[in-house]
């Protein structure tokens, strides 16, 4: 697949009509036929077929649907041998089908980032210079005095917390045996008032000593503090890590699921009672293991207890497809705001992100962004909202309560670019505010570190496929605390695990088939772990949430 950014075709000219979308009149991307026989790019007519256009050809006037959309493989195959040159290093007459690999493995000069970069280190350069920086970079350097440092401030922290213990149980002491003396030896209250008095004049002078050890350690760990301030940014990021180890699951590299999933809720067919499910995307499992499910065509927001039940409790819409505030129109995805025990919304065919409480006699929610097309969502610690908004091919970060919001990622026209997104779907923040996010027609995963203007690959980018290195139309993420993503490959019926800098994936569970066994997906699009690494997955075509515990 071609990018504007970093190739060129060599004889634009030469390219025929018969390779050209009609509706970006450039070769064909990733072209699907219709159920009409037109083919197109498949970025180019999918959001058309979700915004509910008929067939764009002249000749045709067909309502279109996704679901009858045909790879053109004859046309790939042909599409794939233009010739075209790298923008980076000018190398000629390289295949289309094979220019990633050009750019990842051989060509010289695409630009690369230190990998002391976390830790404040500004370098870029050409990748034939990136090892011998990496060998001389003082930032990677400086990580053994910040662990040591760490491990300091810590066992401060638990000395403090020590003498604070002693000095509590002290006084209950002294309390309690002022209290005894005064009911049992009343009449010897005098006598013992002095021996009382000096006692108490001791448990004072240990108090004050105790204090002045206090403060001398809160000075030390200042002191440290202090230290540890002249490396830029590294006590707020070792803060922020603080907060996000409570809130994120770790799973060893090497764990394996039950590949037999159990049918947590629906898999009754498609249908709108509360056993059933249609269509579901989105889904969040709450600490509880409650399953929260944004029922697309259901125009609703359904969940799930752990108790086993057959039958759902539906928590948000459920009157309808409409526009009222008591309605959804095809929900996309939701989480849990666990601070206001709320809802968040993405009601994507309103335009509209919406929030409503989890209490008791809710009936209708409330508008927190509005003309968005919405598709995905994601809550950090610090309470930022992030949508993906496809329309746009960007996404943004909110304050909640905040209408416009910052780009944090894309923004820079539909494209494959590494500053650029198509149609991006699922999101995810790790505790660095870093963002993960499922590029839906580049069939790829970006991350996109704080504050950056550009992204990296993290899985996918070798256009579609079944392949370890390939995905196909990604869409439900999530990331643990070693960094290992997992993401479910729609097109492919399968979960995937990319490890930490891995180039190929491993399969989870799936894989066989599109099919309704316990053994098989169709389809899957949302994804999310309980507390006890189990795997939820979303399984869209078979209207269902299957769940896949560890082994």
């Not at 809130?247 to 009672?273: E, L, M, P």
């Not at 989890?358 to 598709?375: H, K, P, V």
């Amino acid at each position: 697949m071609a990018s504007n950014n970093s190739d060129e075709y060599t004889d634009r000219a030469s390219i025929g009509e018969s390779l050209l979308c009609e509706l970006c009149h450039n070769p064909f991307i990733g072209p699907v036929v219709t159920q009409c026989g037109y083919t197109y790019c498949g970025a180019c007519i999918e959001p058309k077929i979700r915004s509910g256009s008929h067939c764009p050809s002249r000749s045709c006037n067909q309502l279109l649907t996704t679901a009858h959309l045909i790879i053109n493989h004859p046309t790939i195959s042909i599409t794939d041998n233009l010739k075209i040159r790298c923008r980076f290093c000018g190398e000629p007459n390289l295949n289309r089908r094979t220019f990633y690999k050009h750019v990842k493995e051989s060509c010289p000069e695409r630009r690369m980032d230190c990998l002391g970069k976390d830790v404040g280190c500004p370098w870029s350069g050409p990748k034939n210079e990136h090892s011998e920086y990496i060998q001389m970079c003082l930032f990677e350097k400086l990580r053994p005095m910040v662990d040591g440092l760490y491990k300091v401030i810590k066992k401060q922290t638990l000395d403090i917390e020590d003498l604070q213990n002693q000095i509590v149980q002290q006084k209950v002491q002294v309390q309690e045996q002022i209290a005894q003396l005064e009911q049992t030896m009343k009449p010897e209250k005098v006598q013992l008032e002095h021996a009382l008095k000096q006692q108490k004049i001791q448990f004072e002078e240990t108090i004050k000593l105790q204090k002045i050890q206090l403060e001398n350690a809160q000075s030390e760990i200042q002191n440290q503090k202090n230290e540890i301030a002249s490396i830029p940014m590294l006590e707020e990021d070792i803060n922020k890590l603080r907060r996000a180890i409570h809130g994120f699951i770790n799973i060893s590299v090497n764990a394996t699921w039950v590949q037999k999933g159990v049918t947590v809720a629906g898999g009754k067919g498609q249908g709108n009672t509360t056993n059933k499910l249609y269509s579901p995307r989105g889904l969040f499992v709450d600490d509880d293991q409650t399953v929260v499910i944004a029922d697309m065509w259901n125009h609703r927001i359904i969940q799930w207890k752990k108790d086993g039940t057959t039958n759902g409790q539906i928590v948000a819409g459920g009157k309808g497809q409409g526009n009222g505030l008591n309605q959804l129109n095809s929900p996309t995805d939701v989480l849990i705001d666990k601070e206001t025990d709320s809802l968040i919304i993405c009601d994507s065919e309103n335009r509209r992100v919406v929030r409503w409480s989890r209490r008791n006699g809710t009936t209708q929610g409330e508008i927190l962004i509005d003309n968005i097309a919405c598709w995905g969502l994601a809550l950090d610690d610090q309470k930022y909202l992030y949508v993906s908004e496809t329309g746009k091919h960007e996404v943004r970060r909110y304050q909640l309560g905040e209408k416009n919001g910052t780009l944090v990622a894309g923004g820079n026209g539909q494209g494959n670019g590494t500053n650029q997104l198509s149609s991006p779907s699922h999101l995810f923040v790790d505790g660095q505010q870093n963002i993960y996010v499922s590029d839906w027609n580049n069939h790829r995963v970006m991350k996109w570190t704080k504050d950056t203007k550009e992204g990296i690959v993290i899985a996918g980018g070798q256009g579609n496929g079944d392949a370890p290195t390939q995905l196909w139309y990604p869409n439900g993420l999530f990331v643990d605390t070693l960094g290992t993503l997992y993401v479910a490959d729609t097109w492919n019926n399968r979960v995937m695990r990319w490890t930490q800098g891995a180039k190929l994936g491993t399969l989870i569970v799936g894989g066989n088939r599109q099919g309704a066994g316990a053994n098989q997906l169709n389809y899957p699009i949302g994804l999310s772990f309980d507390r006890h690494g189990s795997l939820y997955v979303g399984d869209y075509n078979n209207h269902r949430v299957q769940r896949f515990s560890l082994e």
